[in-house]
Every structure is written in C-alpha cells, then in structure tokens.
C-alpha cells in the first residue's frame, strides 16, 4: 500500500480550525467539552458512540480524536483499533475508571494522551493542542504530522524537533 505525506497543520493555505473530535457515552459531557473546546478556538463534533463518529465522513482540517474509554457498543480501544491507520487522527484517550492494563494496550496502540476524568483544563488543551495543532500551534513547535510508506518510517502521531520532521529523516 503507497501512502502520501499528509501534513495538514503545516499548509500555509490552510486556514481552517481544528477540529477535535469528542466520542463519550454521556450527554452532559459531551456538552461540557463542547462548551470547552469551543472556548479554546477548536472545532468540536462531539458523538455518543463509535459507531456514530465512524458514521462521520473525515475532514481534512488538522484533527484529533477525544474518546471515552467506555463506551456503548464499540469501546473506545475497538475504535482505535479499527482507526490504526488513520495517522492523522491522533487519539486521546479517557476515563473516570482507570484501568492499568486498558492504559498500556491504549498507549501501545499508539495514544497521545490518557486522561482521567474530571479532566483538568490545561492538561485538556496541552493534549489538544499536540493532537491538532493549529497553525500557530504547528509554527512554534515545528510539529509535522507524517503519512509515510510503512517501509520508510513507523507510524506516527506527531513529531517537533530541530529537524521538523520523522526522526529517521522521511
């Protein structure tokens, strides 16, 4: 399979807003975040299941995805797994039951973050902000996110450092 480079945060045309994804079971929560996320400049679009956000068609907007641990139906680890490929979709995980064992297959599945809940502002939008970056965001960091063939680098969520990219030069 041939995939592109896809670096949507750094497209100096690109002046849509990010959009942040929340997935939770919960109704008050999902508005909360809403509420939260809007505050911070983000775009959300917040479902209450899995199946609901794999309903969504994808935006080409820089992204992340907020999802809750437990879910109705498809938990939050089966939709990561089913999202493995998706590259530019980083995920952040949460939860009010934290679960070592559901923390370390998240994590090894590729998270960004794994928040408890209630979650706390600024750790929210520190892992926002690495997920989708906006382009002000993407600028200071020198953060690319990378779509590159298998063979020439691992998966990855984001990368920043002084060379603005994969650390094995994709």
Do not use: W
């Not at 994804?21 to 809007?38: E, K, N, P, T, Y």
């Not at 983000?42 to 309903?55: G, I, K």
């Not at 590159?148 to 094995?168: H, M, N, T």
Request: hydrophobic fraction near 40%; glycine fraction near 8%.
């Amino acid at each position: 399979m041939t995939l592109r480079y896809t670096c949507p945060a750094d497209n100096p045309k690109s002046t849509e807003t990010p959009v942040v994804f929340v997935v939770d079971g919960d109704q008050s929560v999902r508005d909360a975040l809403d509420v939260r996320i809007r505050s911070a400049g983000y775009q959300p679009r917040t479902s209450a299941s899995a199946e609901e956000f794999l309903a969504r068609p994808r935006v080409m907007a820089p992204c992340c995805l907020l999802v809750e641990l437990h879910l109705p139906g498809l938990s939050g680890l089966g939709l990561q797994r089913l999202l493995f490929e998706r590259t530019e979709l980083p995920i952040i995980f949460m939860s009010e039951h934290i679960d070592v064992p559901a923390t370390v297959e998240a994590m090894r599945g590729g998270a960004l973050e794994f928040l408890t809940k209630p979650l706390v502002r600024d750790v929210l939008l520190t892992a926002i902000r690495e997920g989708a970056p906006s382009q002000d965001d993407a600028k200071d960091a020198g953060a690319l996110r990378h779509r590159a063939p298998d063979d020439e680098c691992e998966p990855a969520r984001a990368y920043a450092g002084d060379s603005g990219g994969c650390p094995r030069a994709c």
